[in-house]
């Protein structure tokens, strides 16, 4: 009977010394592991296919709430990828994948006032910046009462999305408590781009994969955009080639201003590596638009430092542009390129152009716009009898003064001119010379979204929704993590 209490006690004390105090980190815990992993595995082959796939997207989805609601940043992260690769995974699945980003947001935002109750600091947020961001917040809020609008359910669905979005700035504002935490920001913005720009290289020279080849056969206008010159546009990740190419224009000019700065070697061979891609995958997504904001990235880079030798640098790549312009070819990559700066664009210029002027009296005389949701997607499915159902406004700026009048307009145009006013006065300012390059790549990058916006619309597209919300921030807090500017602010106050 001893022997036999000495044996259960010995297995007690072995077993609380490999649970308790070793937790299970050491080779019982990796036996248990491999047991329930393949215990795992024996029933998802047993299931049907889309519910062992439901079944593990709820185990990871867990961990992954749990950590979002508890780590801000860590939110942020994750918002990023899934914005960068919601339009991959839509062309595998119908799933809600945009309703879960939307919880997400409400995950996040939560868990920010749930911390603000209890620290009630709102510092943060106090610079031009967020008046705007709130205003523009308050006035979609009010569109609700619009008497014009044709639809109360279509301002539901366009609300829901602009309201918590704009959150995230807010959100990230709190969440950029460090200069560590914004500079990590800052490389997974970077590094998806890269990543991006090489999957579009990968569907140039190796081939679209079946799934994206029976996607683009599905819908006859979307195989009609992609399919010119007699070549497929790349798309990367994304729903539309001018999509992706909005992207890779403003991320290599971000790449290519960075790459100036005070980093360590490796960091800048890195970004230059990235521009390189970024400009590839540009040139074969074949949209006009990222093509006209590299030049103007460059003026706007010119205009902020002032140097001699950057302004012979511009010169030069002037004149090799102009060359490269005049320059006959038979290759079609080569050629939209050309077609941006020839004029040759200017049949579907004069379209846009009358258009504008077809829909200017009704702007004029609706200050409060049509309400939101009444052009576009959202316009064909909940009032599809309406004109403006079918009018191509082609322009972020021509949607926002339909929809919410020239009141919103002006709200939304005081908004960016703030953000660019912002970002030059703290670029100016701050002295650490990390920052102010950082400052200086920002301001670039929110002066071609807004230039970007006028042809095409360009801030409101995942991923660059995402990530314009989180430059703003940016911009806000950066500037907080400058010693030499704290103490220019306390000597002026």
């Known amino acids: 009977m001893n022997y036999t209490i000495s044996i259960f006690s010995g297995i007690k004390d072995w077993t609380v010394r490999q649970v308790v105090y070793q937790k299970l980190n050491n080779p019982l815990g990796f036996v248990l592991l491999a047991l329930f992993a393949l215990g795992l595995a024996f029933v ?3 299931l049907p296919l889309k519910l062992a796939v439901l079944f593990v997207v709820g185990i990871l989805a867990i961990p992954v709430v749990v950590g979002v609601f508890a780590d801000l940043s860590f939110g942020i992260v994750i918002m990023l990828f899934a914005a960068f690769l919601l339009g991959l995974v839509a062309k595998y699945t119908n799933a809600p994948i945009g309703t879960a980003l939307d919880g997400m947001l409400v995950l996040m935002l939560v868990g920010m006032l749930a911390r603000l109750i209890k620290e009630k600091d709102f510092s943060f947020a106090k610079n ?12 979609n809020l009010l569109e609700v009462l619009n008497p014009w609008a044709g639809s109360r359910l279509a301002w539901v669905y366009t609300v829901r999305t602009v309201a918590l979005l704009l959150s995230l700035y807010f959100i990230a504002c709190y969440a950029f408590s460090s200069y560590r935490r914004i500079m990590n920001t800052l490389k997974v913005v970077l590094f998806l781009g890269f990543i991006s720009a090489l999957y579009s290289l990968k569907q140039e020279w190796i081939g679209f994969t079946p799934a994206e080849i029976t996607w683009l056969h599905a819908d006859e206008e979307r195989f009609m955009l992609i399919f010119q010159w ?3 546009r790349v798309f990367s990740f994304f729903s539309d080639p001018t999509t992706f190419g909005i992207l890779m224009g403003y991320m290599s000019m971000l790449c290519l201003v960075l790459a100036t700065g005070p980093f360590k070697i490796w960091h800048r061979i890195a970004l230059l590596v990235a521009a390189v891609s970024m400009l590839l995958g540009m040139a074969y997504a074949g949209s006009r638009t990222p093509f006209v904001m ?11 430092t002032f140097k001699r030798q950057t302004i012979l640098a511009a010169l030069f790549f002037f004149m090799i542009g102009g060359v490269f312009v005049m320059k006959s070819t038979s290759n079609a990559v080569i050629y939209r390129i050309q077609s941006a700066f020839r004029g040759e664009s200017s049949d579907t210029i004069d379209v846009r152009m009358k258009n504008q002027a077809k829909i200017q009296p009704y702007i004029l005389a609706h200050p409060v716009g049509a309400g939101l949701g009444s052009t576009g997607y959202w316009g064909k499915r909940f009032t599809p009898d309406s004109w403006l159902a079918s009018f ?12 919410t009048g020239w009141i919103g307009l002006l709200i939304y145009m005081a908004l ?4 660019m006013r912002t970002s030059i006065r703290y670029y100016f300012r701050v002295k650490d010379p990390k920052i102010k390059t950082i400052y200086l790549g920002l301001t670039i990058t929110v002066f071609l979204l807004a230039v970007a916006s006028y042809p095409q619309e360009a801030i409101t597209l995942l991923p660059t929704s995402v990530v314009f919300y989180l430059m703003l921030a940016m ?3 950066l500037k907080d993590f400058d010693p030499n500017f704290a103490k220019q602010t306390q000597k002026r106050d």
């Open 44 to 46: 998802l082959s047993m």
């Open 128 to 139: 031009p910046i967020s008046f705007f961001i709130f205003a523009w917040i308050y006035y």
């Open 230 to 232: 007699n070549r497929m």
């Open 294 to 304: 590299l030049p103007m990235g460059v003026v706007m880079y010119l205009v902020l």
């Open 392 to 403: 191509a406004h082609d322009s972020l700026y021509v949607r926002l003064a339909v929809e």
């Open 416 to 419: 960016l001119f703030t953000a």
């Open 475 to 477: 911009i806000a807090r």
